[in-house]
């Protein structure tokens, strides 16, 4: 089973900066795509970025210039370097990662628990 464990959340001034990270665990044939969405309560839960393992990345307009995210193939670990922080991006933040159990399956897609961002104005 994949487990993913996100950390580096917490409370930052606007225009701080945290980095946030993501690890996945456990047995599986391999981790393909991660990414990082954001949920706040009561709304739904939009991509923040992505990431293939050949680095290819996509990131959500709102955060462009500002986030960087980037792996670590050998750590399956996902980053989310986030810079010039705004009180509207306070959410919580969700790890993803598309993978396969085995070799033989298909794609599976994975979340973490969250990781709460608070940005003070």
């Known amino acids: 089973q994949v487990q993913l464990v996100e950390s580096g959340g917490g409370l930052v001034q606007a225009g701080g900066s945290l980095r946030l990270s993501c690890a996945a665990s456990g047995r599986f044939f391999s981790i393909n795509a991660m990414g990082w969405y954001r949920q706040a309560p009561g709304k739904q839960r939009e991509l923040v970025a992505t990431?293939?393992?050949?680095?290819?990345?996509n990131y959500a307009d709102s955060v462009k210039g500002r986030f960087t995210i980037s792996r670590d193939n050998a750590k399956n670990t996902v980053y989310l370097e986030m810079n010039s922080l705004k009180p509207e991006d306070t959410h919580v933040y969700y790890c993803?990662?598309?993978?396969?159990?085995?070799?033989?399956?298909?794609?599976?897609?994975?979340w973490g628990q969250g990781t709460q961002v608070t940005v003070s104005s």
């Open positions: 990431i293939t393992s050949g680095g290819n990345t």
């Open positions: 993803k990662a598309i993978g396969r159990p085995s070799s033989w399956s298909l794609d599976t897609n994975y």
